[in-house]
């Protein structure tokens, strides 16, 4: 089926305000679960106003069957960078586009294409971020004994070190990262099959996992963290954590902030000044942010 054929496509898009369409079709030979739950297409409509973020609909049209899924701009460039809806990813990654209005769709795909530089450094600090946040989590539970829970975040932290080795060579991680990473980086694939398949203990095997990570994926905070640094050296006044958390460079990873600029402290690559009267009131004084330039 010529998918731009599909006028009435264009018809449910109209009626949305939306600025482009994109489909994805499904073989009906084959079958991918939770990426179309047995529809014969999925199509993704990309609005201006965030107010249509997450909305799904299901339809039938003669014999085809086919699911919607609209998608503000600003939602979008989100999952670009944070890689957290494999459904709208790989509509935008393998789906053809019915139409767009001014290229807006064109343009994030040769982005990621070719992997521009702001994509990257954003790709880079999320995915920092995010092992991190899986790191610090599997030492905890790890001291409390909880060693299943410790593993699971491990393995998770161990992802997040596949897909910054895979930035760091210029290729965007969206599918098959351990794929890629085995060839790339024996060293981590060889830590990645300690942790998965090795004959020591469960418990063992996450505390040899988490002292590669402290020494290995610790000592690339500085470049991991170079979006974040080049914002807090922009100005010469220190920055406020509400300033950050809300800075349209770091939204994507407003809730794990607080922790990677505490881990960047302590490293003695950013300062804190805590001289500034809080705005709650109070005897306290607020904590600030910021780099020597």
Known sequence: MELKNLAFLSGQSEETGAVG???????????????IQDFELLVLIICESDEVASKVGHYKYGDLRYQIMYASRHELRGSVITGDNDNMMQCLIEGEIIWEVDGAISALRDELSTFSKELREQKLLHEFASFLRMYVESKRYIQEGHVVDAYYNVLEALGNWARIVLIEQGIYPDHAVWTHVQSLDRALWKLYQELTVSSETLEQRVELVL????????????????????????????WSMDELVHHPQLRFVAKDLPLILRKLVFRSLVKESPGWPSLIGGEGREIRYWIEN
Do not use: D, Q, T
């Open 211 to 238: 002292l590669a990570c402290e020494f290995s994926v610790m000592s690339k905070m500085s470049e991991c963290s170079g979006l974040l640094l080049r914002v807090l050296g922009s100005r010469k006044e220190p």
């Open 21 to 35: 369409a994109i489909a994805y079709s499904h073989p009906g030979e084959r079958f991918h679960g939770s990426l």
